[in-house]
């Protein structure tokens, strides 16, 4: 690991020639396979997070054995009001998802400044495995959700804010390059239910979240693995930051105005590993040929869903693209929006019968899948293109928090299920994405202006950093 006073944006990327990763470089493999564990790790969570709170670990004789509970509940209590225990599920697990987005704010600064990506990385990564271990002991669940919050703030920022360094500025593939990595961490998505939640609704919760500690292992072995194919690891310590410019201030600007519309479409997507679970439990038919399909399974389906949009959305833009006609990044998130609205539209029709068909669970899902390849890979690659060399790996983290925001958001929200009941709750969701597709449509134009007064400024960084060489 290189030590250095150097700012990032002086760090020599991989040859320019390295096409060996589906015609990307190579450390994009190495990544996207970290971050697939990662995912395993967190859908894991999500799958089985509420149902295991409002199946066992908070009914009468089992929630006494959690040391804290009491006081957590209590100071929850005084903070949003009285709730019941589904409540109360809804609120942790908001908070836990939230918070694990927060912390990549720490582990940005730590990775940039203090001990480099590499070390943070791997810290983060054993503390995730330590949280998921010590999910296996009913007492410490919230020790264990604080190791995992603050070890996935560890890891997140410091994983995703590499791939940008796999590119130059202007290189059209960045995009893709996401698109590619999304479909990556979706094969962990798909595993994550299949595998731990399986474990845990038919063996015991203990092993689906042991299931979950060894997965990140394995991540972390595959990071390492692949180091020697990403950006040097550079610590800036010993000088000031390199200052951003007026334009450049003027781009960051415009990112973290971008961060609002995803606050709503993650408050509203998410509800689909919460307290939708908890309403598929009774309501869905999930009986198949006599044979009931366990509902954590329907995140496997959610899996491959994912990368078929991604897939269907490249392909498109691609098509779009040879006729000159492929819209704005801005613009493709603003298309996410309304497609997510769409899908919990499409579900508060069908929870008004009286037992839910599988299929109509799954319609909601593919509709609900094809906003992903609109909204990650193109924010993403929004932010790895415009945010300033020196603070690429702050924006990251910025991103992450607009996503915790919105985790923080959906768990207040949880409150309003029992009184409005599933039809009204899913319309009030609906009505989050349209909001953020509002603002995409009005803003859209500015918006683009603002991003690019730095890309100026970056391409003459980008210049010197080569004459330099």
């Known amino acids: 690991m290189a030590t250095a006073s150097l700012p990032p944006a002086t760090t020599p990327r991989p ?27 967190f859908y894991s969570m999500q799958s089985l997070l509420m149902l295991y709170m409002t199946k066992y670990l908070l009914l009468d004789g089992n929630s006494s054995k959690v040391a804290g509970l009491d006081t957590y509940r209590s100071v929850l209590e005084q903070i949003f009001g009285p709730m019941t225990s589904l409540a109360l599920a809804a609120q942790t697990f908001g908070l836990y998802s939230g918070f694990i987005l927060v912390t990549p704010l720490i582990g940005a600064w730590l990775g940039d400044r203090v001990w480099g990506r590499t070390r943070t990385v791997t810290i983060g990564a054993l503390l995730m495995s330590a949280g998921h271990l010590t999910m296996a002991m009913e007492q410490a669940f919230l020790l264990a959700l604080l190791l995992l919050i603050f070890g996935g703030g560890l890891f997140i920022s410091n994983l995703a804010a590499q791939i940008g360094g796999l590119y130059a500025f202007d290189d059209t593939r960045r995009t893709r390059a996401f698109g590619i990595y999304l479909m990556a961490v979706n094969v962990g998505i798909f595993a994550a239910p299949l595998i731990s939640g399986t474990l845990g609704e038919r063996v015991g919760w203990h092993w689906g979240f042991g299931a979950a500690g060894i997965g990140m292992l394995i991540g972390l072995g595959t990071y390492l693995a692949g180091r020697r194919h990403l950006p040097q690891d550079v610590i800036v310590k010993g000088s000031k930051p390199v200052p951003l410019t007026k334009r450049q201030w003027q781009s960051v600007g415009g990112l973290i105005l971008l961060y609002l519309p995803k606050l709503f479409f993650f408050a509203a997507i998410q509800q689909a ?45 691609a098509q779009m693209a040879a006729r000159g006609r492929e819209p704005h990044d801005i613009r493709k998130i603003g298309i996410a929006n309304v497609i997510a609205a769409a899908s919990f539209l499409l579900i508060a029709g069908f929870s008004v019968m009286p037992q839910v068909p599988v299929y109509g669970w799954l319609l909601f899902y593919l509709v609900l899948d094809l906003s992903f390849g609109w909204n990650d890979p193109p924010a993403r690659a929004l932010i790895a293109r415009f945010a300033p060399c020196s603070v690429n790996g702050m924006m ?52 683009e202006r603002l991003l690019a007064r730095g890309d100026a400024d970056r391409a003459d960084l980008d210049l010197g950093s080569k004459l330099s060489v």
């Open 396 to 447: 990251f983290a910025l991103y992450s928090l607009s996503g915790s925001l919105g985790f923080f958001l959906l768990g207040w929200l949880g409150r309003f299920y029992e009184p409005l009941g599933p039809t009204k709750y899913f319309l009030l969701t609906a009505t989050l994405p349209l909001t953020g597709a509002l603002l995409l449509i009005v803003f859209a134009r500015p918006l």
């Open 273 to 317: 590993y919460g307290i939708m679970i908890v309403w598929a439990d009774s309501a869905v038919d999930r009986k198949i040929s006599g044979f009931e399909i366990p509902v954590t399974w329907i995140l496997v389906v959610d899996g491959i869903l994912t990368i078929v949009g991604v897939l269907l959305a490249n392909r498109i833009w």
């Open 15 to 41: 040859p320019a020639h390295d096409r060996a990763f589906f015609g990307h470089p190579k450390g994009l493999g190495f990544l996207a396979g970290a971050e697939m564990w990662e995912r395993f790790s």
